[in-house]
């Protein structure tokens, strides 16, 4: 199906359909990481983390196709946004990186992609979106899950990590990692590297 937008509204939705791209392909690069790294004791876990990138992946391919659907190319890649991802990407901690992906990320993603549902310019851009949502709020959910587990095994508010039975530095996704807040810390000085889809321009 063709659409036929105004050539600024097209150019707007091109870069809005890139910076999906890239922020779900490193949705994608994480919960694989992890999904390899989970011990098959957490058989549950390991399936939620296939899905979500069977999700992500999907999605890379639908707003690919939608940005190229009038003949355009990506537009363009912050600097400063493919920092912040590669920040993601490269955290250790399981509990850490769930919450900024699936709660932080996603649930402002989550915002985004209903915004796009009610005030796209075109049908197909809105229904992608639409389709995308529902799967983003299950992600969601998991993570908030997770968070939940999390702060339960960490104890209550000045108990300190790691008592109660916290788990320990280097816990994959079965557990909560119990050293979240000192990767945090360690992790404002982390040296990072763009990590876009490879076909976005960079800009600073």
């Known amino acids: 199906m063709p659409v036929d937008l105004d050539d600024n509204v097209e150019d ?26 989970t011990h098959p004791h957490f058989r549950e876990m390991m399936q939620c983390l296939a899905i979500q990138c069977a999700d ?4 890379i391919e639908v707003f690919t196709r ?10 363009l890649s ?5 920092a912040s991802l590669k920040t993601l990407v490269d955290e250790p901690d399981f509990a850490l ?14 915002a985004l992609l209903r ?10 851009t809105r ?18 899950a997770h968070l939940e587990l999390s702060a339960r095994q960490l104890g209550p ?15 994959g996704p079965g557990a909560a990692g119990a050293t979240a807040a000192d990767r945090l810390q360690r992790g404002r000085g982390r040296a990072t590297v763009g990590v876009a889809h490879p076909e976005l321009h960079v800009v600073t």
């Open 12 to 37: 707007a939705v091109v870069q809005v359909m890139s910076y999906l791209v890239e922020n779900e392909t490193a949705a994608l690069l994480v919960p694989a990481r992890f999904c390899a790294e």
């Open 56 to 59: 992500e992946a999907r999605h």
């Open 66 to 75: 939608r940005l190229r659907l009038a003949g355009r190319s990506p537009g």
């Open 78 to 82: 912050t600097a400063g946004g493919q």
């Open 97 to 110: 990186a769930s919450f900024m992906l699936s709660v932080l990320g996603e649930g402002g993603f989550l």
């Open 115 to 124: 915004f796009l549902d009610h005030y796209g310019p075109d049908a197909i």
């Open 127 to 144: 229904q992608v979106c639409r389709l995308a949502a529902g799967d983003e709020a299950r992600h969601v959910a998991l993570g908030v």
């Open 157 to 171: 508010p000045g108990a300190g990590l790691g008592r109660g039975g916290g788990a320990e530095a280097g816990d």
